[in-house]
């Protein structure tokens, strides 16, 4: 089936530097979304991706869409406690004639004051 | 700013038992989706479900499971009888085009 492998798996980081996590696939996506999961809740969405090639900020988080459309990155610049979580890409995949995301197994974040 | 809601926020059951864990998408939403996730886990898809009817399930989304959406704005999910593996937050989301929505989930525990 299609997998997303999603790196690193966990960091642990001092406040105020910067973060970069990935997600790889051997599939084509046609979205890819980027959330933050905290504990007890529900993935919040951060950003969505459309394009190949597409760079999209949102504040201090960055991410690329792949130009391969098989991979994208997220970044946290000058990171700060309340971004501790575990933060989930999701490729949003056409299969069968119809569209499902594909969540990657996530990278948690922990960063030290 | 709209939002998916779910209730209950967490359900206990007896193993065997029948559960309906409920939903209230974003209300121009015409996607709807169940998840899962194990704790410590990546979330699982489960079902999606478009104009009446599902649309796709994943392989876990056996004859146990079943989705309803009895109304303008609820979408359920049924569990028949339900096994201890079944311990999960379960999570409903939404979209109208390509950005999906999740709700804050309903914690399920069986003993």
């Known amino acids: 089936g299609q997998q997303l492998n999603q790196s690193p798996q966990s960091m642990f980081i001092q406040e105020g530097e910067d973060v970069s996590m990935n997600c790889t696939s051997s599939s084509i996506f046609n979205t890819w979304l980027w959330y933050k999961q905290e504990p007890g809740e529900g993935p919040v969405l951060l950003i969505a991706l459309y394009k190949a090639g597409e760079l999209t900020s949102n504040g201090r988080l960055t991410a690329q869409f792949g130009i391969t459309r098989k991979d994208s990155f997220l970044n946290i610049s000058a990171s700060i406690p309340s971004d501790v979580g575990i933060y989930f890409c999701a490729g949003l995949l056409l299969s069968s004639g119809t569209y499902k995301y594909i969540f990657g197994t996530g990278t948690r974040l922990k960063v030290l004051a | 700013e709209p939002e998916v809601t779910q209730t209950p926020s967490h359900q206990v059951t007896q193993m065997g038992q029948e559960v309906i864990l409920r939903c209230v998408p974003i209300s121009n939403h015409l996607y709807f989706y169940w998840y899962r996730q194990i704790l410590g886990q990546k979330v699982e898809f489960l079902v999606s479900f478009y104009n009446n009817e599902i649309s796709e399930k994943s392989e876990i989304f056996d004859d146990q499971f079943s989705v309803e959406r009895p109304d303008g704005s609820n979408f359920t999910l049924k569990i028949r009888s339900t096994k201890l593996e079944d311990s999960a937050m379960y999570f409903c989301?939404?979209?109208?085009?390509?950005?999906?929505?999740f709700g804050p989930g309903t914690r399920l525990t069986v003993l």
């Open positions: 989301a939404s979209k109208r085009e390509y950005e999906q929505f």
